[in-house]
C-alpha cells in the first residue's frame, strides 16, 4: 500500500471528526416589537409611530392624477414652510411634518408601480432572451449552409476525378518513401 502522501486520494486529516453531522441552519430573525426604534437616515424612530394618514382616496384611483395633487400640495406646502421661517421660526416643525406625510403618501402611491415594474422587466428580459436565441440560430444556420456548400464542394470533386488525383499523389509518396527495415 502506497504512503498517504502518494497516493492519488489521501486520506482527510485526522481532525475532521471534530465536525460531525449538518450544520443547524439559523432560524429567520424574530419581528421586532411595536416599539422597536431604528435610524433612518441618521433620525431614530420607533416602529408603531409610522402611521400613515392616507391622504388620496382608497380602492380603484387614477394614481398619476394623484400623484400630481400631492406633488403640488408639497410644492405648496414647501413655500408656507419658507413663509413660517420668515415670520415665525418657532411652528416651523408643523410644516416639516405634513410634508414629511405628503412624501410618504406620494411613496406609497409609487410603490402601487412596482409589481407592475417587475412585470414590465421580466418581460424586456425574456425578450432579450429570445432575440439572442433567434440571432444564434440564424448564425448557427448560416454556419450549417456554409459547412453544407464546403461538403458539396468536396463530393463533387472527388465525383470529377479527385479521388483518383489523391490515390496517385499517394502512391507517389509511399513509392519515395524507405522501405521498412
Known amino acids: 500500500m502506497l504512503p498517504a502522501y ?6 482527510p486529516p485526522k481532525y475532521y471528526k471534530l ?27 420607533v416602529a408603531n409611530a409610522q402611521s400613515l394618514q ?5 380602492g380603484q384611483i387614477d394614481t ?6 400631492l406633488n403640488h400640495s408639497v410644492a405648496v406646502n414647501f413655500l408656507q414652510l419658507l413663509d413660517y421661517l420668515l415670520t415665525n421660526p418657532v411652528d416651523f416643525q408643523v410644516k416639516i411634518g405634513d410634508i ?13 408601480y412596482r409589481p407592475h415594474e417587475a412585470r414590465e422587466s421580466l418581460i424586456a428580459m ?10 444564434s440560430t ?19 470533386f472527388e465525383g470529377m476525378g479527385g479521388t483518383a488525383k489523391a490515390e496517385q499523389a499517394a502512391s507517389v509518396t509511399t ?5 521498412p527495415v
Open 126 to 135: 425574456m425578450q432579450d432572451q429570445v432575440d439572442r436565441s433567434h440571432h
Open 100 to 112: 414629511e406625510q405628503l412624501v410618504r403618501n406620494m411613496n406609497t402611491l409609487i410603490n402601487t
Open 175 to 179: 513509392e519515395q518513401a524507405p522501405a
Open 6 to 11: 502518494t497516493s492519488a486520494f489521501p486520506p
Open 138 to 156: 440564424d448564425d448557427l444556420s448560416k454556419k450549417v449552409s456554409a459547412a453544407k456548400e464546403k461538403l458539396r464542394a468536396v463530393l463533387d
Open 64 to 69: 398619476v392624477a394623484e400623484l400630481k395633487k
Open 54 to 58: 392616507q391622504m388620496f382616496p382608497a
Open 19 to 45: 465536525y460531525g453531522g449538518i450544520a443547524p441552519q439559523p432560524e429567520p430573525p424574530a419581528l421586532p416589537p411595536d416599539n422597536a426604534t431604528f435610524a433612518v437616515f441618521g433620525e431614530v424612530r
